[in-house]
């Protein structure tokens, strides 16, 4: 069964930070490229962060330079997501996500997704 299991979401108050993990299994090798995603209530799910497989090209959107940093280790076939500097606006459901070969910041180009994890910034 192809699992991407999103974990290390939580409450924090705004400047703090978190770091979530996605642990993937069942068929999706850690050659995959990986990627953040998020979606607040109310709003349709946006794009985060994305890594190519080897580490060398990585994306971020405007809204996270400077403050997050996705990081994977191929050995646990596991991507992370530092979150420093949390603002109330980063509050959502953020999603991992995967594919063979594309860094998209397009919700429609990723094949597999994780169940999610909560993230809330309170002011």
């Known amino acids: 069964q192809v699992q991407l299991v999103e974990s290390g979401g939580g409450s924090v108050q705004a400047g703090g930070s978190l770091r979530l993990s996605c642990a993937a299994s069942?068929?999706?090798?850690?050659?995959?490229?990986k990627g953040w995603f998020r979606q607040a209530p109310g709003k349709e799910r946006e794009f985060v962060a994305s890594?190519?497989?080897?580490?060398?090209?990585?994306d971020y959107a405007d809204s996270v330079k400077g403050r997050f940093t996705i990081s994977r280790d191929n050995a646990k076939n596991t991507v992370y997501l530092q979150m420093n500097s949390l603002k109330p606006e980063d509050t959502a459901i953020y999603y991992c996500?995967?594919?063979?070969?594309?860094?998209?910041?397009?919700?429609?180009?990723?094949?597999?997704w994780g169940q999610g994890t909560q993230v809330t910034v309170s002011s």
């Open positions: 890594m190519s497989w080897r580490g060398g090209t990585k």
């Open positions: 069942g068929g999706i090798p850690s050659t995959y490229f």
């Open positions: 996500a995967a594919h063979p070969s594309i860094l998209s910041a397009s919700v429609k180009s990723w094949g597999y």
